[in-house]
């Protein structure tokens, strides 16, 4: 798969205290298997479906530990140039752009409105290589901020993405767009969200049955924090794993209702 379109979501990846538990959890749930464990690179582990790399998990390094959570990755041509974007436009950079051998260069970075994210620069390792309708692959992510003003100030000046605000009073979504593909959605966060819950990247993974995705989750101890829920884009779930780490699951082949409205933000 060829390497993708600077801001675009190439990979994710978690970092959990009970590696084992996880791979239990994510195989049981998304039918993922894993490969083995990269002790060079800290014990890095690959997760995949049906042979092709859908995302990985690795034990935190020493002081690290804490709720486990998944980081998206945007894809860059150059980790360096990008790590500057995001410190000259409020973002503060939590990791200095670091080669990981011949795999590829990666940075971490904060939005203003507090979202931790990843950044990309591809070597011989591309990102994702099973397609988002594959069900155990990703196929979207969501930006759930309490600052939206901020993000969207930042997202566009950093990634070269074209902005749309979708037509709803009852919510402020937007998303952005690169070379007229949709690639990130940005939601606000309201009070339904708990004070101590900051802002945070929501990955979605594709399932062929959301309900027996949720079934699944919850039997193995994931907590399901909302849905499943119709809506034109499919039926959806958000959970959280048993050590805490937050995702959504999406069954894109069920659908209901009319494709909302959106305005091209200037």
Same mark, same amino acid.
């Given at each position: 798969?060829a390497?993708?379109?600077?801001?675009?979501?190439?990979?994710?990846?978690?970092?959990?205290?009970?590696?084992?538990? +996880?791979?239990?959890?994510?195989?049981?749930?998304?039918?993922?298997?894993?490969?083995?464990?990269?002790?060079?690179?800290? %014990?890095?582990?690959?997760a995949?479906?049906?042979g092709?790399?859908?995302?990985?998990?690795?034990?935190?390094? =020493?002081?690290?530990?804490?709720?486990?959570?998944?980081?998206?990755? $945007?894809?860059?041509?150059?980790?360096?140039?990008?790590?500057?974007? /995001?410190?000259? %436009?409020?973002?503060?950079? $939590?990791?200095?752009?670091?080669?990981?051998?011949?795999?590829?260069?990666?940075?971490?970075?904060?939005?203003?409105? #507090?979202?931790?994210?990843?950044?990309?620069?591809?070597?011989l390792?591309e990102?994702?290589?099973?397609?988002?309708?594959? =069900? #155990? +692959?990703?196929?979207?992510?969501?930006?759930?901020?309490?600052?939206?003003?901020?993000?969207?100030?930042?997202?566009?000046a950093?990634?070269?993405?074209?902005?749309?605000?979708?037509?709803?009073?009852?919510? &402020?979504?937007?998303? @952005?767009? /690169?070379?007229?593909?949709?690639? $990130?959605?940005?939601?606000r966060?309201?009070?339904?969200?708990?004070?101590?819950?900051?802002?945070?990247?929501?990955?979605? @993974?594709?399932?062929? &049955?959301?309900?027996?995705?949720?079934?699944?989750?919850?039997?193995?101890?994931?907590? $399901?924090? @909302?849905? =499943?829920?119709?809506?034109?884009?499919?039926?959806?779930?958000?959970?959280?794993?048993?050590?805490?780490?937050?995702?959504?699951? /999406?069954?894109?082949?069920?659908?209901?209702?009319?494709?909302?409205?959106?305005?091209?933000?200037?």
């Amino acid at each position: 798969m060829a390497v993708r379109p600077e801001g675009a979501p190439c990979w994710a990846d978690a970092m959990f205290s009970d590696v084992e538990g +996880a791979k239990s959890f994510y195989g049981d749930v998304l039918g993922w298997t894993f490969g083995e464990a990269t002790s060079e690179y800290g %014990n890095y582990t690959q997760a995949y479906v049906d042979g092709k790399a859908v995302a990985a998990v690795v034990p935190p390094m =020493p002081g690290q530990e804490g709720q486990s959570q998944w980081c998206l990755y $945007l894809a860059s041509p150059d980790a360096a140039a990008t790590a500057g974007r /995001i410190r000259e %436009n409020g973002g503060e950079v $939590l990791m200095e752009p670091m080669q990981v051998g011949e795999f590829g260069t990666m940075c971490l970075g904060r939005e203003p409105g #507090g979202a931790v994210f990843g950044v990309w620069q591809a070597g011989l390792h591309e990102g994702f290589e099973a397609p988002p309708e594959q =069900p #155990g +692959a990703f196929c979207w992510a969501e930006v759930f901020t309490r600052e939206p003003e901020k993000t969207d100030a930042f997202l566009p000046a950093v990634f070269p993405y074209k902005a749309k605000q979708m037509r709803d009073d009852a919510v &402020d979504f937007r998303m @952005f767009d /690169i070379g007229g593909e949709t690639v $990130l959605g940005r939601m606000r966060m309201t009070q339904e969200f708990p004070p101590e819950v900051p802002s945070y990247v929501n990955v979605y @993974f594709n399932v062929d &049955d959301c309900d027996e995705a949720v079934a699944r989750a919850t039997r193995h101890g994931g907590v $399901l924090r @909302f849905g =499943p829920m119709d809506t034109p884009f499919g039926r959806f779930a958000a959970l959280s794993d048993p050590q805490g780490a937050n995702f959504s699951v /999406i069954d894109v082949t069920t659908t209901a209702g009319e494709m909302p409205q959106v305005d091209e933000v200037s």
